[in-house]
């Protein structure tokens, strides 16, 4: 695990770790299997475990280990239902959650990182940088803690929100394998989305680690010019690479790949992007996912109007490319990841 000064969050521990713990206490294996029920249950005290010994509970916690749940430090709610908060965790680190409700059921958004290093010049979650890598375990308390504040049960998680996947993979992988265990949560595999900027060594992981999971790429931009202009990752990940990578990915898995494509007023949304994008993905087991920009304070780039949206999306469905555009949810908060961190540290 990563260091995080959180070390003892039991959270982290997959069942297999939980039962070595646990028979180190000289209780027998069931033990863990019942604490890793309470903990997909919500549980935020060992005291809520009604059928474990008090006396392994206790001798847990006087070993430092303790269930490491964030406190809600700011919360927004949308008429729409969407509801975003800033969560902090037990060394004060602050993170951003989203929880959304679509025709296809709830789902939630969730941070792999405390900041990010990846530098994409539209977005306000790498304004600061990274401060440090989240642990499987607390990305599953966003789940758990997102959930008891809704009360609502969660269908879907996407691994979107502040951080790139893939700088901190193994964890994410840890937490993947944290919510989809079925004596957990038992969220399916399919019901999980990782999006990543487009870190290549990490994509060709994924598919082999976990081909069930959804991918999707934050793509922003039809060929290498453009995408380095806001995204630097570019620069180590070439598209053309990046575009063999993704083709692989489906190859291999079977999966169709979700690219992400923000459009930003008069930089990426004009029909020849559209036409160019569309020339790239000729005849891919793919689709394109259109996102009206979240504006950020600080920073130069506006939406694309709606007008370009509509011929945007129109261009590539008239070549063929299977595409949708997000609905904007929550627009009437701090949709933008990284938003509600900076507005209230400023
Ligand atoms: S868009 Fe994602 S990868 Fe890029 S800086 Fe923001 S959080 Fe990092």
Known sequence: ????????????????????????????????????????????????????????LSALAEEGWFIGLPCVEDEQRSEDGTVKCLFSFSDGSEIESVFMKYGYGNSICISSQVGCRMGCSFCASTMDGLARNLTGGEMLAQVLAMRDLTGEDIGHVVIMGMGEPFDNYDEVIRFIRLINDSDGCGLGLRNITVSTCGL?????????????????????????????RTMPVAKKYGYDELMDACRKYTEKTGRRITFEYALIDGVNDSEDCAAELAGRLAGWLAHVNLIPLNEVSGREYRKAQPDNVRRFRDALEGRGVAVTVRRTLGSDIDAACGQLRRNRNR
Do not use: C
């Open 200 to 228: 290549i060594p990490g994509i060709k992981k994924f598919a082999e680690d976990v081909p069930q999971v959804n991918l999707a790429v934050s793509l922003h931009a039809p060929n290498q010019k453009l995408r380095e």
């Open 1 to 56: 695990m990563s260091g995080t000064g959180t070390d003892k969050n039991i959270l982290d521990l997959t069942p297999d770790e939980l039962e070595a713990l646990v028979t180190r206490h000289g209780e027998k294996k069931f033990r863990a299997k019942q604490i890793f029920g309470w903990l997909g249950k919500g549980a935020g005290s060992f005291y809520d475990m009604h059928n474990v010994p008090a006396r392994l």
